[in-house]
């Protein structure tokens, strides 16, 4: 629609002349209208934002950038920013002063392959059991980087690097099929869902 193509169009002059934005993140509500998230005043939150890249993910459009409030990169679906301007007054923050650069430039194809579903959390080492039917979509939606460290007929244990909150929806998303091995804290939570899946039925 007009609305994204005008989004895209501020946000690419925003990222190519290094400069801070401002917009509203909206979300729809039960009247299947769009409503901007609030602030603690009770009016539309602004959003002051270092935009670095635009990327499409699963027929979606991205903004990686980060939230001037904090030291990290976040993730914002395009078709939900409004009222978006440029502020001409504000230099972008660097990339390289970030905490998830560890002093280095943005690389999209290393963030991609740890940020399957453009969740914003930390990455860390995971481990998880998978059904042997499942190595082609796990090099679909990981890459060929993921290691293969055990191969049995009823199962496939599977070593890589991706966001915390990535890994667990990927989990929930094909459960029983995926069981996460490591690290404990995903195991712990993994529990606790499945926990509160089975009284929810019960109930």
């Known amino acids: 629609n007009k609305q994204l193509f005008y989004t895209i169009q501020i946000l690419d002059e925003a990222i190519s002349n290094e400069r801070q934005v401002s ?4 979300n729809y509500g039960t009247d299947k209208k769009n409503h901007p998230k609030l602030g603690e005043d009770g009016n539309p939150k602004d959003y002051i934002i270092n935009p670095y890249q635009m990327v499409a993910k699963d027929g979606k459009y991205y903004l990686i950038c980060n939230n001037d409030d904090y030291n990290i990169l976040s993730n914002y679906r395009i078709d939900r920013i409004a009222d978006i301007r440029i502020l001409e007054d504000k230099k972008r923050k660097p990339f390289s002063k970030l905490k ?25 080492h995971v481990r998880f059991k998978i059904t042997p039917v499942m190595v082609s979509d796990i090099i679909d939606v990981f ?6 460290e055990e191969e049995t ?19 929930k998303s094909y459960s029983p099929d995926v069981v996460i091995l490591e690290p404990q804290r995903l195991v712990d939570e993994m529990k606790d869902w499945a926990k509160k899946v089975k009284k929810a039925y019960e109930g």
């Open 23 to 26: 917009f509203h993140y909206v």
């Open 153 to 171: 007929d009823k199962y496939v244990i599977v070593s890589t690097r991706v966001t915390e909150s990535a890994m667990i929806q990927f989990a």
């Open 143 to 148: 890459g060929k980087d993921v290691r293969f």
């Open 100 to 124: 998830d650069a560890n002093g280095d430039r943005f690389n999209l194809g290393e963030y991609m392959k740890t940020h399957i579903k453009m969740y914003a959390s930390g990455d860390c």
